[in-house]
């Protein structure tokens, strides 16, 4: 008789451990600090997944802060991140500038990271306020595979509490589908 109810007890135990709720809201703290060593804002974030090159790597998550002065009119410093094999971070810093030039856009506006930036994360096209593309050595927008491809997206709100619902079909936390909400930038 003991043993049944002590069976009882583990299978109740068991069932309890299972529930769950539907919707949380979850605070992750970025990586990287709201002003940089000299008191210079963020002027943009931008993050996204891209081809990896390393073999038994399919995808690496990149992470781009822009710092600036003068409400951002002044190019400062920028912190890159890179995840991908074993979720270790790569974090490289420095300065970064912008230019006018591009092949087959002579007007578009190029970021460009120092020389302390990984070499295939050096230039990007700012194609809006919203989107960044990846670019080559010659300047020309990258090109991706058929999983993963070279832009980065703009994450408006970096700080503060985001709320993930949890998709029961999934039996995960999902991104919610938010337009952007980012202020016209240059």
């Given at each position: 008789m003991r043993s049944h109810q002590f069976l009882l007890t583990c299978?109740?135990?068991?069932?309890?451990?299972?529930?769950?709720?539907?919707?949380?809201?979850e605070t992750f703290d970025p990586p990287y600090p709201e002003l940089n060593r000299t008191g210079d804002p963020i002027v943009a974030v931008f993050a996204g997944r891209i081809p990896c090159a390393v073999p038994g790597c399919e995808k690496l998550k990149v992470e781009l802060v822009l710092y600036g002065r003068d409400a951002g009119r002044i190019p400062a410093t920028y912190w890159l991140g890179q995840v991908g094999i074993g979720n270790e971070r790569r974090v490289q810093q420095g300065t970064w500038t912008?230019?006018?030039?591009l092949q087959n856009y002579p007007n578009g506006l190029v970021?460009?990271?120092d020389t302390s930036a990984d070499p295939s994360l050096q230039d990007f096209w700012?194609?809006?306020?919203?989107?960044?593309?990846?670019?080559?050595?010659?300047?020309?927008?990258?090109?991706?595979?058929?999983?993963?491809?070279?832009?980065?997206?703009r994450d408006c709100s970096p700080y503060g509490p985001k709320s993930y619902p949890y998709?029961?079909?999934?039996?995960?936390?999902?991104?919610?589908?938010?337009?952007?909400?980012?202020?016209?930038?240059e």
């Open positions: 299978a109740l135990f068991s069932l309890l451990g299972c529930a769950h709720q539907n919707a949380a809201q912008t230019y006018r030039g970021y460009q990271l700012r194609v809006s306020d919203d989107i960044i593309l990846v670019l080559d050595w010659n300047l020309r927008p990258k090109v991706g595979n058929a999983a993963w491809g070279f832009m980065l997206s998709d029961e079909h999934t039996k995960r936390f999902v991104a919610s589908a938010e337009v952007s909400n980012c202020a016209p930038g």
